[in-house]
């Protein structure tokens, strides 16, 4: 549990943590190789690229458990995972913590809208009474098998009550026990800064920075400044690969042949040599069959 304890306590500290966003074992893999100790697993990346679908609820939560243990079994960074509305009320709330973590997450992020949900950053979304997401909070708290598991409040009341509404959202979400405090699509730099002022001092802040979204990007160094503790670029590395994508295959099309995009890829030694093939194949080799002995007993 030295992963989990050290992502409350580190919470606490400076500098900000920078969590890139992740969908599966091998994104979170580069992102670890690259230098990043906290990793976001983010539902929305995994409903684009799991599904080829948007961001509305279409992820199971049995979905989202299995990337959580595959990107567990091969990275050891702390996992903030995206649990959207927590798949049902307060008793499935409780199913959903238990389960993501057992897969291995280490914080659970929680959020106030109705069900189906929309990606924070999508108009005409609808939340469920501050009372019922208290709740919803309490049962994710009872139901963790390790204190040390963060349970992260997200509120999306900005957008549909107000933004003094979502400050009493948020403080009521930490009265009911949230370890960290999210409120999602704040519209302005001076929004960033008020809830800073108003709510930094009772939990942990989390920013997140959606590119083309609703909140004004800001680098981690001036959100820190602000009093955030967290920052989160959930989808910004899909929006990447979708981009060099779309560029690659119509140039393989047009081309039919990749020899001219050989300069914007990993060759095979390259690839192998990232995902640890040469250290499998040697650990292989100590379960490999001995040869039997040729000598004939006298």
Do not use: W
């Amino acid at each position: 549990m030295a992963d989990v304890m050290n992502l409350r306590s580190r919470l606490t500290r400076k500098p900000i943590v920078v969590a890139p966003g992740v969908y599966d074992a091998f994104t979170a893999l580069v992102a670890e190789q690259s230098g990043f100790r906290t990793l976001y697993v983010s539902g929305a990346a995994i409903s684009y690229t799991r599904l080829g679908r948007p961001d509305i609820g279409l992820v199971a939560m049995t979905e989202v458990a299995e990337t959580v243990a595959l990107i567990r079994d091969r990275v050891a960074s702390p996992l903030i995972v995206d649990a959207d509305t927590g798949h049902g009320n307060a008793l499935n709330v409780g199913r959903t913590v238990r389960t993501f973590e057992r897969a291995g997450a280490n914080a659970i992020q929680l959020e106030d809208q109705t069900f189906p949900k929309r990606c924070g950053h999508l108009a005409d979304k609808s939340l469920i009474p501050a009372t019922e997401m208290a709740g919803k909070i309490a049962a994710a708290v009872d139901a963790r098998r390790f204190c040390e598991t963060l349970i992260i409040a997200r509120t999306d009341a900005v957008a549909v009550e107000g933004f003094e509404r979502a400050i009493e959202r948020a403080r009521l979400y930490a009265q009911a026990g949230a370890d960290v405090l999210f409120v999602e699509a704040l519209r302005t730099q001076e929004q960033l800064a008020a809830v800073a002022a108003a709510l930094g001092t009772l939990r942990p802040l989390i920013a997140n920075m959606v590119e083309g979204g609703r909140t004004p990007l800001a680098a981690a160094a001036e959100l820190e400044r602000l009093g955030f503790s967290l920052v989160i670029f959930p989808g910004g590395i899909v929006r990447v690969l979708a981009r060099t994508m779309q560029e690659f295959y119509a140039r393989l099309a047009v081309d039919g042949t990749t020899a001219g995009l050989r300069d914007r890829m990993l060759d095979f030694e390259a690839i192998n040599a990232l995902v640890g093939t040469p250290e499998m194949l040697d650990a292989g080799k100590r379960y490999a069959p001995v040869p039997a002995s040729t000598t004939v007993p006298a």
